[in-house]
């Protein structure tokens, strides 16, 4: 564990305007100014219109890109485990041995993949703000904006037949219409094997040098037919070169740049020990079952991955906040904004108390912020059946009341995408479910104590393995004719069935809502309104040079395809195949550095570049994104991030922190000389 | 996970009499009546004799007896690991490879282990009680007995040149000065390679039934030659037979079945969870660390083994205590006994405040127990490097005073077990020492927050990870003789030492000091006076004849071998070694389920007895332990429980709950037939 971050050359932006290659970008707000200053690159409507419309985002997190005009998407292997996973039986695993569809006959539909793809951007901040009347208390406002968020939504869905989203920007500075077109027949077309896919697995991680065809292809179907597609990305026979500017386009989740020093030092001392603390316990549990066995190895892996990179991420941003040098830059600019903001006198009107009312909304967070997480998120019953269990009495409650008065994700605009995951013919694993509800129960207690009421009230007079067995046993939750019957039934089938889960999932209702309720009112709404009106001030001192923060919505980015420097050892923008062979063989050939039998067998370029980094700006939820160049080809697949870039979270720096790619040499290399896959390789270059 | 625990049939011992074959026995007090009218056997003196001069305390923290009059030692491999790993280089990996000495010139001197041998208990329970003057306050009291104690140990020292160690019995109830001859020059002569050592690994740990051949031979030298004892345990080529008596003479580590029910809450919500806070990080360090390669893997192992066990042993303590049926029985227990101690006049006078006292003392821990542990545990610096730096601070400012005024690991009687360990050649590895520190930093601030003063102060202003490659960049205490340079420098070397980690130790040392007060003075002596009524009173209400929580002194088990049933599966009271080989073939000859080169070219009879299971009591500290027949010969080596037995921290139940042992005849064979040991083997058996 060498040192996380390096402060010297860090670009701290809270107060001056963007320089460096800073920024995920809005794609109705792109930045053309700076990008014909820095790298003399005119960025036109037409390029901007092929980033949208060809850029997929993956439901489940994800992003990836249209590759062909049939409908065919690329994005990581790590983004398409979870539908291997599924796909997958004691007979047949996807994930250990990949797949290659040899005919579209053979392309393998997916149980529960959605893919959303973004056709329109309207701005309704203006729409959001008139709705809050003035002197509403925190609660009224709260419910005021829910209201007009899901009418705004509705109204657009009902309009254009597209899913639309309300997207809050600058953690309430803007609110923007987005509207897309979903897919949700996608069938599976290709995947190369786990251990090449993810190469040095969790040791790798976030690391680089790196040597992971981490790539997978679907194709997206439209009334059974692949579907026809205007915009897509050509992909590159080339790929890039060194010092090219590159773009990546994607979907990164979340960043808290503009965050207050009150919220990071909150992050710090609250949220992030306890996500930690969270995911240890899920990492343990995962590792130990899957020890068992290659089936347990099965069943747990998908999970595994998961929560094993987000231990690493939410390591690398706890690490990065303790660093007083981050915090103390972070502290000067903010005091440097209030002071500005403190010298207009009508900002300071509007603006001065933001950050006292942040401060106490998160002073009063702190207070109940692990019940929130433990009883609403769900994270002390930890179980896909519950997540299930939850979402039919939860439909069931709300289905009746107007749409605007809803809990938001059960509004008319996300009923579908939500009936879609509850009604997924996606295996479950009883064995896994009591492992999961086992452990969830027990870190319940951990975090509350034996004798808490709520603790007391889930265990029911049982240890957590007994009450876990019992709560799997008694559930015919994992038949969906049972989860459609019971959301067919309504209300009352929901209040008088004794399903084990229903029954925990009702009994958690009246607390639950509480909780969810103090944190939109006290917490969600106010900080908010503030960082509106901090936004707002920026604005006004700053302009819109700045991206707001991520929001796992569709964002562009650019960067320059270069090495870096660690410890004085030049690393190279690119790796090659020849890489991953010598490593294996230097570390013995031992998990999780072992190369596949096609890659033992197969004759290729040994020479091919592999992966390849740049210092363009990307964040958890870009994995899949396509990497453009100038003339908007796609170049490579964005798949992880360095160490370096792991504190991007909260500032961004180019001295050393990079998002690595796959090359798009190595995945025509790879599909033509190690999985004979001829025909792909073909669609991809337009033959 | 399956349920951890079946109250049906526990056998719950608060305030009745003992009945099946519970009891953690002293020597000077063993159960010659139960022996008697439960299964017939006399235990004469004799047998007690050989019982307690051969068996061996290792002193990190395991079990052995002598097997042949020539001072050889049996052993788990588990508790040879740590000495195996100090052995080993990159060049020579004994964990991996095992070990085998040819001759006695080939065997393998060890660098810090220390083998006591128990020889005389002598009662000093009014020496103590006396030092303590009514109307003193705890801190008075605390101050005394600590005084009391180290005279004693001083004394006996100086008089019979044993190491001598007054120890708490019943928590306070009885105080026995234990004297023991002490070995520091012992050498390795056989450990098999870890891989069947601790064949079904993390996964088989605490599980049954199971393969492991968990042994390891050392031989104690005096004065360069093989040390002759008189007392040994004849190894039988036959072992045990099913329903057969056998006794464990070893050294269990803690148990709790005498605490309130004040402290096993306290235990459950808070000593418990934040164990396995740290347990889990500490785990993933060392996964994490041990994947980069197979260096990486031979410096972590030992450590890894280390905290996996506690890990399971923790979490099976804390599902005990989450079942709501054991500690209601607690409950009824305590409240039972608390009437009859109500209905007598004079031992309400005495012990009536006990329980209240206790439950307030906690209460009181509660507050600070966390920052006890981080700071005079030191978990918040957890390295071998800061241990001894620590030590050398401490030895520093306390050898100036009297011996019964020092902290109680300075006395005058611990100084050469202490220094042994001090400067021990054992390797130090630095990568690790800078993973631990790292590890150890950023759970600090995870359990304190960020802005702590502690916290602040540790970090000196860097990231956890900076500050650790700057401690360890920074000093000299990997060298031998810098450490006793700096020892022998005294209070002026020590105070003026600009090297990093003393500069830190002593940084800590107000702030430590003032916790251990805390403790020692708020927690430890009014629950020992407190536990001392409370012991009392049993006595008096209840007699005897129930032996005392463990305390790591020598203690006599007894029980039954015999298989047990789960889900309606009879599990049969031994394994053969064909179920290794079996078991290594259904699960895909994948780790931890693979068998020794050894093992496979190698020919034995398959049908050899491996491992074996009986009711007798046993917890952590009793791996290695003799396991003898009625006529005193080793018929087998204790290594573990089975996870129905985690529970016997709190209760004792023989429904499910065994402790797991190598068969005798399996060590036999496995040495003549794998290992080509036909000389060790007839030292056994004394040919």
Redesign the interface.
Known sequence: ?????ILTGLVLFLEVPVSADEGMWLLNAPPRQLLQQRHGFTLDDAWIERAMKASVRFNNGGSGGFVSADGLVVTNHHIAAGTLSKLSSRDRNLLRDGFLARSRRQELRCPDLELNVLQEIVDVTREVNQAIAPNLTDAQAAAARRAVIARLEKESTERTGLRSDVVTLYQGGLYHLYRYKKYTDVRLVFAPEEQIASFG???DNFEYPRQSLDVAFFRVYDKDKPLRVEHYFPWSSQGPAEGELVFVTGHPGTTNRQDTLAML?HR??HT??YT??RL??L??QY??FA????DEQRMASRELHRVANA?KAF?GQ????????L?SEKEKAENAFRKKVAANQDLQRKTGEAWKRIAAAHQSLAGFERLYYLLERGDGFDSELFVIARHLVRLAAELPRPSAERLREYGDARLDSLKFQLFSPAPIHAELE??RL??AL?FL???L???NVHV?AA?A??????R??ELVAGTKLFDVAERKRLAEGGQKALETSEDTLIVLARSLEAESRAVRKRYEEEVEEPVRQAMGQIAQARFALLGTDVAPDATFTLRLAFGIVKGYEVDGVALPYTTRFADAYERAER??H?E?FTVPKSWLQGKADRQTPFNFVSTADTIGGNSGSPVLNRAGQLVGVNFDRNRHGLVRNFVYTDVQARHISVHSRAVLEALRKFYNAEGLANELLGK
């Open positions: 564990m060498r040192a996380f971050l697995g969790d040791v030092r710090r001392d992030l020990p930690l603390a240890r316990y990492e343990a590792l130990q020890a068992r066995g290659p231990r390591s706890y690490q990065g906040l303790l660093d007083p040098a915090l009591r492992l086992a452990g027990s207690a951990e975090q104590g034996g004798d007391r265990l007079g049982k240890s957590p393995a007994n876990a067995a570390l013995g031992r999780p």
